[in-house]
C-alpha cells in the first residue's frame, strides 16, 4: 500500500518537474539537460528510499 502511493506521488513530481523543465527552458537541447537533471533527482530519491 505505502508503495503504491510512493510510486503515485513520486510519478506526480516526476510530471511536474517535467513540465516545469520543458516551460523553464528556450532550446530543445536545454530541455533535454532539465530532464536528465529531474531524472537524476528521481534516482537519487529512490535509492535513498530503496536503503
Do not use: P, R, Y
Amino acid at each position: 500500500m505505502i508503495k503504491s502511493i510512493f510510486a503515485a506521488l513520486l510519478a506526480t513530481v516526476f510530471l511536474a518537474g517535467v513540465a516545469g523543465a520543458l516551460t523553464g527552458c528556450n532550446t530543445v537541447e536545454g530541455a533535454g539537460k532539465d530532464i536528465q537533471q529531474g531524472g537524476k533527482a528521481i534516482k537519487d530519491e529512490a535509492n535513498e528510499h530503496k536503503n
